[in-house]
């Protein structure tokens, strides 16, 4: 079922389960998008988007993910996610200070989160 809300639509799975969003682009387009609104692929129409997330489900939380610390890229895993809102652990032995650090970033952008 798809719910549209201006220029985004929920996109859930038959048990009403939230597996993403699809985002309206200038040019008539749908991006696909993560739960916490990170887009996960190109725009396409709104009906290819929509079977992008249906058919990828939520896996996309468990693919390697990359934050932005300062001026570097870390490893960190999904621990939790929710519209607007991603929970990040740390991952990267090469950065112990920061290992299993957990960090919440509101509204992600590509700029500070994106997948490995």
Known sequence: MTQQHGETAEVRRDDG?????????????????????????????AEAARGFLLDHGLGYLADRWEAREGGEWVTVQIVEARPGEVTVSYADYGHPKLFNERRTLQEPSPDDLRRA
């Open 17 to 45: 389960e939230l597996i993403g969003m699809l985002r309206q682009v200038t040019d008539g387009g749908w991006v696909p998008c993560a739960v916490f609104g990170l887009p996960l692929a190109t725009p396409r129409s």
